[in-house]
C-alpha cells in the first residue's frame, strides 16, 4: 500500500489531525529510517588468513556469538589458520564450502609443519568425534593411528612421525582395511590407538592426513536471507533461540522485506491498533 491508495482509503476522515497521525504510524510500520540495525553492522563477513567467514561460523572475541549458529564458533590462530576444535582436537579449516555445507579440516598435528612448533614428534590424538552439528561425508578411509611402536623395516613406510611422548618409539597410520593391522599390533606396546578419516589416499598416508578429511555440517538455512540482503544469525535468547535474519532495516525471522511473516504480523498488528484508536471512534463520531 502506498501513501496515494492510503489517503484514498481515509478520504472520509478528512481532518488534518487524524491524516497527520495517520501517516505518522504509517511512516513507523514501514520502517522508513536513516539507520542501519546494529545487528547488520555487527556481522560483516570477517577473513582469517585466506578464508572467508561467515555464518554458521564466527569467529570467537572477533564477532558476536549472534553473527553464526550455535557451536559454530572458531578461533583464528596468530599464524591466520582458522580453527575448529572437534572431541578437545584442534582441526584446521582449508576449505568451507557454503553452498553445500562442507568443509575440509585437518587435525593440527599432521600439519606440515605444525603451526608455531618447531618439534618434530607427534602428540597423542583423541578419536575423531563430530557430536551432532558435523558428520563425516560419505566414501572416504578410515585410518587407524598407533602409538609407542618399534618398526620392522616392512612397516617403515607407515610410519608418519615420532611419539611425543616417547620420542624413541614412532606413530604408525593404516588404512582400516591394511592387512598389516594385526602386524603393526603386536610391535605397539600399550600406548594407545585412535581412528580418523581421510578424503583419499592419494599421495601416501602422511599425505592423506596432512590434506585431511570433509566434513558435512546441520545448520539453518542461510541462502533466502542473504538473497535478499541479509546477513544470518541466531537469536540466543532462550525464549526464541531460533534463526533470525538481519536487515538494514530491522531483524526479520527469514528474509528481508516486506512480505516477511513477522512484518506481516506487524502490519497487521498495527492496522488493528490504528482501526481501534483512531478510525473506529472517527467514524462513529461522524454517524452520530
Not at 596468530?78 to 568451507?96: A, E, K, M, V
Not at 535478499?228 to 522485506?257: E, I, M, N, Q
Request: glycine share 8%; net charge negative.
Amino acid at each position: 500500500m502506498n501513501l496515494n491508495t492510503l489517503f484514498f482509503i481515509l478520504k472520509p476522515f478528512s481532518s488534518p489531525l487524524i491524516l497527520s497521525h495517520i501517516v505518522l504510524f504509517y511512516l513507523i510500520a514501514t520502517n522508513i529510517s536513516c539507520s542501519v540495525d546494529p545487528k547488520f553492522d555487527a556481522c560483516p563477513s570477517k577473513t582469517c588468513g585466506n578464508q572467508n567467514i561467515s555464518y554458521p561460523f564466527y569467529i570467537q572475541g572477533i564477532q558476536e556469538p549472534f553473527c553464526g549458529y550455535p557451536g559454530f564458533g572458531i578461533s583464528c590462530d596468530p599464524s591466520g589458520f582458522p580453527i575448529l576444535n572437534l572431541s578437545n582436537t584442534q582441526y584446521i579449516i582449508h576449505q568451507i564450502f557454503y553452498q553445500n555445507k562442507t568443509l575440509r579440516v585437518s587435525n593440527l598435528a599432521f600439519s606440515n609443519p605444525p603451526p608455531n612448533t618447531t618439534k618434530p614428534c607427534l602428540p597423542r590424538t583423541q578419536n575423531l568425534t563430530t557430536g551432532n552439528l558435523f558428520s563425516v561425508a560419505p566414501n572416504q578411509k578410515g585410518v587407524i593411528l598407533f602409538y609407542g611402536c618399534d618398526l620392522s623395516s616392512s612397516l617403515e613406510e607407515h610410519r608418519v612421525g615420532c611419539y611425543a611422548e616417547k620420542e624413541s618409539s614412532s606413530v604408525v597410520a593404516l588404512y582400516e582395511e591394511d592387512k598389516n593391522i594385526r602386524s603393526v599390533t603386536e610391535n605397539c606396546t600399550g600406548e594407545g590407538v585412535a581412528t580418523t578419516t581421510v578424503a583419499d589416499g592419494i599421495g601416501g598416508i602422511r599425505e592423506s592426513l596432512r590434506k585431511g578429511l570433509l566434513l558435512t555440517w546441520t545448520a539453518s538455512d542461510c541462502n533466502t536471507c542473504t538473497s535478499t540482503g541479509g546477513r544470518c544469525g541466531f537469536d540466543l535468547d532462550p525464549r526464541v533461540y531460533a534463526f533470525r535474519c538481519f536487515c538494514t532495516d530491522r531483524v526479520h525471522s527469514a528474509k528481508c522485506g516486506l512480505d516477511d511473516p513477522g512484518y506481516s504480523l506487524f502490519i497487521n498488528l498495527f492496522t488493528f491498533q490504528l482501526y481501534e484508536s483512531i478510525l473506529l471512534p472517527t467514524y462513529l463520531h461522524i454517524i452520530v
